[in-house]
Structure formats: C-alpha cells, structure tokens
C-alpha cells in the first residue's frame, strides 16, 4: 500500500522518532527528522476580528480595535496565530498583511522558517508584529505536523499552572472600582495590574481603590509606559515608587525612561518593591544582549513585542540564569495568540500570565472555540494539557461568519 509522505510524517511522530526541536530545525541531519519540512504552506486565511469596547491609556484611547486572526494551512494540518494589526480605525484593510503573507503560499515549511529568519536580526525594519505572528502559526502547524506540542518544540518544561492578571485600564475610580469587583467574580482577584498615567494623585487614588477593593493579600502592579517625566534626580524618583509602595503597590513595569545602569540603582533604592523592565526586552534578540542583573526582579516578555516566539524561549532562559522571573505581558489580545501565550507562561514557569481571554472582548471568539489545550482553573489559574501545536481547535465556518472581514490570500 503506497503512503504519502503527510501519513510517513504521522506514523513517525506516534512512534517518536521525530525528536528535533524548532530553533535548530534547519541544522538537522536526520533525514526522517526533517521530512516535514518539505511539506508547503498550501493556504492562508484572514479574518478580522473587531473589538468596540474602549480602553483607556497614558497617551491616548483605543474606542474600538482590529485584530486578525490567520490560520496557515499545510494541507490537512494548520496552525492559528492572532495580532492586532489596528486601532480606531474600523475602515482597515489589511493589505499590507495579505502582501506580507502571500510570500509564504506555496513555500515550504523549511523554505519559510528561512524566510522569516532572515528578518529577525537586530536592525530589521520588518514589523516586529509581522515576524512573531507568522512565528506562531508556523510554530503551532509545525507542532501539528510532528505531532508535538509548540512549547515542547520550543524547548519549554514547565508544567505547573500559572495565575492569571486581570488588568485594568482607565482612570476613572468609579469604573476602576467596577473592574476589581468583576476580578473577584472571575476568581482573578489574587492578581492586579492596572495602568497608571504618570500624575501621581490620579495613579495614587486609583492605587488605593483597588486596595479598598481587593484587600492586602493581593499582588497589585502598575504600568505606567514610562509616564512618570518630571524627575531630575533617581532620588526624586525614588520618593514618588516609595509612597507608591507605602499604599500597597508591589512592583511597576516602566515607571520611567531609564538607562540600564538608572536601572540597577533605582532597583536597589526601592528595597522590596519589584521593577519589572519590559521597554528595554523589546524586540527578544535584542533585549537578550542589553538585559543585565539587578535591573528588576521580574522581567516582562510583551506579546506583539518579541518578534519571535525562538527567541523569546531563548530570552526567557538567560532571566532564568540571571537568577530573576519572568511575567508574559498583554497586548490585548483577545483570541488564538492568548492560549499560545499561556502555554510558553507555563512552560518557562511565569510568576503570572497577563495574556488571558476577556470576558466582553473575547466572547464572540470564545462561541467559536471547539477546545483548547490551556484552561482557566477555578482559582484563576491557567493549567496547559499537551496537544499537537498549540493544541486549539476552532469552528472556522462560524468564525467566518461572525468576522467583519474574510480574506483568502
């Protein structure tokens, strides 16, 4: 009986045989390890994906929001990958997506990985959103052919639950209030991050009404995107992180623009308040080469950020080494990319993981979703069962017909 190569590739995967992992894929010399590789990207699909719901920034607003969910097909096997590619703006096209994505139809697997890694180089003027969602849809239709799950592929172990962060971001108390409240229904309540504006008494009242509301067993953080200007010495800025840490916040993501060395020092001045750098890790190749010891405690890797999901692996094992934690941030994400980004949480053993569903934002998605390979426990944790790829199947007849915009490219 004649076997195509799709069904070698299968029965070689149950048999385990397939042991390469994804960043040295192309190095490989086993000839059966590397079959899979031969197979072509046969289809790609966009879909956008619209969000109406307001949310609130130091710089600006996003009234509404579009993201694309794209689906890159090998035959019978595929891999989901999501990016918002566009904010207020309900009139977007994505053209420039579909011109970037029509390259890879037709390519092989091992011809694309070698496509996209040409672009993931310090200096690459490649949108960074480009190279890590196209990353995770070939990570997760790699994963699906070798039938091995994309963090095993990434060389990730870990295997605990991590908690997940409810985030808020507005500045009026009132509505502040209404969202730690809507925490503690959806059991998130151990875990709080919430924008801060870079005006101390507005961040401060809202600091003290998450506290009001929350208690003081909670782990609250802010991020302020660098808001905090006004400072002429790291002891001023000092003074401002310790009345911060005297009303109960536990660490900041960015409180400020600061060079590697500000960095070090304002760690040690504010004792037992956490820093978490996250501008400087931007993109993951080249934060890897300016992150050093001492800069925080916990380091944020940034979905839509990283530029590759190699990389952030990579990234997140030199902390590691450094003796410090990682979190995974957000980027609003509201739907494949989300499970993704909880499985590698899991996998590097993340202090928490930002990048969960929204009950509002992801609810359309989520009437789509037939599984997933990660689940939100009871107590808010977010738990991972191993599947092929990133392991999320997902009604795309339905999907279709709920998305604003529907492209084959």
């Known amino acids: 009986m004649k076997t195509n190569r799709r ?105 694309a990985q070698k496509l996209l890694a040409s672009e993931q180089v310090l200096g690459s003027k ?37 908690p997940g962060l409810y985030c808020i971001l507005d500045k009026d108390e009132k509505k502040v209030r209404e969202e730690a409240e809507k925490s503690i229904e959806q059991n998130l309540a151990h875990h709080m991050k919430f924008k801060m504006y870079g005006d101390e008494n507005v961040d401060m009242k809202l600091l003290k009404t998450i506290r009001d509301v929350l208690g003081d067993d909670a782990v609250v953080i802010s991020d302020v995107n660098k808001g905090y200007k006004k400072w002429k010495s790291l002891d001023e800025l000092k003074g401002i992180l310790d009345r911060f840490k005297a009303n109960g916040l536990n660490a900041i993501e960015d409180p400020a623009h600061l060079n590697t060395q500000q960095w070090i020092e304002l760690q040690e001045m504010v004792g037992d308040l956490t820093l978490i750098p996250d501008a400087p890790m931007r993109p993951a190749w080249k934060g890897i080469n300016i992150m050093q010891k001492g800069m925080g405690r916990i380091y944020n890797l940034h979905p839509s950020t990283m530029g590759g999901l190699t990389h952030t692996a990579k990234l997140a094992h030199k902390v590691q080494d450094i003796g410090a934690k990682v979190m995974i941030g957000d980027d609003s994400l509201v739907g494949p990319a989300c499970s993704a980004w909880q499985q590698i949480a899991i996998g590097v053993g993340a202090t928490w993981v930002e990048a969960i569903e929204k009950k509002e934002d992801s609810k359309t998605y989520l009437d789509c979703l037939q599984s997933s390979a990660t689940k939100k426990e009871s107590n808010g944790y977010y738990s991972f069962k191993s599947a092929p790829g990133f392991g999320l199947e997902i009604d795309t007849n339905r999907l279709k017909k709920v998305s604003e915009l529907y492209i084959e490219v």
């Open 7 to 111: 069904d070698f590739i299968k029965s070689m995967s149950a048999l385990g045989i397939l042991g390469v992992t994804y960043p040295l894929l192309s190095s490989c010399v086993n000839q059966n390890g590397r079959e899979y590789l031969n197979e072509k990207i046969t289809k790609i699909e966009l879909f956008r994906y619209d969000i109406n719901i307001p949310r609130y920034f130091s710089w600006g607003t996003w009234h509404n929001r579009q993201h694309l969910f794209i689906k890159i097909s090998s035959g019978d096997f595929y891999g989901w990958t999501e990016t918002p590619a566009s904010k207020n703006n309900p009139d977007f096209k994505p053209t420039a997506w579909v011109d970037y994505l029509k390259q890879f139809k037709g390519l092989t697997l091992g011809e």
């Open 126 to 162: 490649r949108s960074l959103k480009m190279l890590e969602s196209l990353d995770m849809g070939l990570l997760d239709v790699s994963g699906r052919l070798q039938n091995k799950s994309s963090v095993e592929l990434l060389g990730l172990t870990g295997t605990n639950p991590v």
